[in-house]
Nanobody
Framework: QVQLVESGGGLVQAGGSLRLSCAVS????????MGWFRQAPGKEREFVAG????????YYIDSVKGRFTISRDNGKNTVYLQMNSLKPEDTAVYYC?????????????????WGQGTAVTVSS
C-alpha cells in the first residue's frame, strides 16, 4: 500500500519560512514524479510545484517562483517544499502527490497517490 505523509505545516508570519516534507512508502520512490498542490479555503486545488524522477526537471507556478523550492532525496524517499518569503495568500492545505511517470504534471488527475495534507497559515 502506497502512503504519502506530509509534515512541516504550521503558523508563520508573513515573510517567514517553512519547509514541508512528504515521506513516501510502498512504492519505489525513484520511479515516481512528485508534485505539491494546495487548496485555500473556498478555492479549487492548484498545482504549486513539481519535480521529475531524476531531480533535474522542476516546475513552479508563477506566484511562487523565486520563493519556493522543490527538491527530493531519493535515498530518504522524501520530497521537500522549501517556502520562503511567505505571504498571506500562501495560506492553504498543502498536499503532496506521486505519479508513476518520469515528469511531474500540473494536473491533479495525472497523479496516482496523494497525501492527507498539511495546513499552512501565514499571518499578516
Amino acid at each position: 500500500q502506497v502512503q504519502l505523509v506530509e509534515s512541516g505545516g504550521g503558523l508563520v508570519q508573513a515573510g517567514g519560512s517553512l519547509r514541508l516534507s512528504c515521506a513516501v512508502s510502498g512504492r519505489t520512490f525513484s520511479k515516481v514524479a512528485m508534485g505539491w498542490f494546495r487548496q485555500a479555503p473556498g478555492k479549487e486545488r492548484e498545482f504549486v510545484a513539481g519535480i521529475s524522477r531524476s531531480v533535474i526537471d522542476t516546475y513552479y507556478i508563477d506566484s511562487v517562483k523565486g520563493r519556493f523550492t522543490i527538491s527530493r532525496d531519493n535515498g530518504k524517499n522524501t520530497v521537500y517544499l522549501q517556502m520562503n518569503s511567505l505571504k498571506p495568500e500562501d495560506t492553504a492545505v498543502y498536499y503532496c502527490a506521486a505519479r508513476d511517470a518520469y515528469y511531474s504534471s500540473r494536473f491533479g488527475n495525472d497523479y496516482d497517490y496523494w497525501g492527507q495534507g498539511t495546513a499552512v497559515t501565514v499571518s499578516s
